[in-house]
């Protein structure tokens, strides 16, 4: 299996809802990536998570949180977001941390 | 600190005309250098790299790209261009150090008939 997936592809969401987002690989990847990308803008690092642990945080709202289960998969949970926290989320892994990413079809969340 | 520009935010070319798109960076250390393409509504799928050794490197759908160090530049290049490589392209610099890729801006290739 050579590639990450992500679900579910589309959500829509009112302000007061909480839901997740899963993504996952079986490539053996110790690293583990959550983007933001906004239309015609390249996308924005959120998180990383490298051997399962959180090394990054991109001084991301406390409204998203992640969660690395275990190597393979990785959550974002979501509550109380904004309209403006609308786009296209992306997850990507790779080997290790530095190494080229392989990302996801990415979900397009709607906030209402 | 660590950054990448992408000249031209929209690239227009006949099909069947060579390809150029541009990319400089700046890194205080060696650099990995990548090429991403995204087709509408999709993830990023990864095109080439650049990591140590040979400085032109191949990638995908026939795409290639150099590192010219002299130059910080990694263009990206096909020799002959088909509709299907309509879509955004990024370049993405990587010191190996701090685990996250800097993207630059991004080019929207248009192939016309």
Redesign the interface.
């Known amino acids: 299996d050579t590639e990450?997936t992500?679900t579910p592809k589309h959500l829509v969401m009112g302000m007061t809802n909480k839901k997740s987002l899963k993504c996952e690989q079986h490539m053996g990847h110790r690293?583990m990536y959550w983007y933001k990308q906004k239309a015609?803008?390249?996308?924005e690092?959120m998180f990383?998570y490298?051997y399962e642990k959180l090394?990054?945080n991109e001084s991301v709202p406390s409204r998203f949180s992640p969660e690395c289960p275990n190597s393979s998969l990785l959550n974002l949970h979501l509550h109380a977001l904004q309209p403006e926290d609308s786009a296209?989320y992306?997850c990507?892994s790779s080997q290790d941390?530095?190494r080229?990413?392989?990302?996801?079809?990415?979900t397009?969340l709607t906030v209402l | 600190a660590q950054s990448v520009t992408q000249l031209g935010s929209h690239v227009s070319v006949s099909e069947g005309a060579l390809v150029l798109l541009r990319c400089n960076y700046s890194s205080s250390v060696p650099p990995?250098l990548?090429w991403?393409v995204q087709y509408p509504?999709?993830?990023?799928?990864?095109l080439l790299?650049y990591t140590t050794g040979a400085t032109l490197v191949k990638g995908i759908n026939g795409f290639e790209a150099e590192f010219k160090k002299s130059e910080t530049s990694f263009h990206l290049t096909k020799p002959s261009a088909h509709m299907s490589d309509a879509a955004e392209y990024?370049c993405a610099v990587?010191?190996?150090?701090?685990?996250?890729?800097t993207?630059?801006?991004?080019t929207r290739l248009q192939v016309t008939l």
């Open positions: 990450v992500q690293a015609k803008k390249p996308p690092l990383v490298s090394s990054i296209l992306l990507a941390p530095g080229e990413q392989f990302f996801g079809p990415g397009r | 990995y990548f991403y509504n999709q993830g990023l799928q990864l790299k990024f990587d010191t190996g150090t701090a685990s996250k890729l993207f630059g801006t991004g």
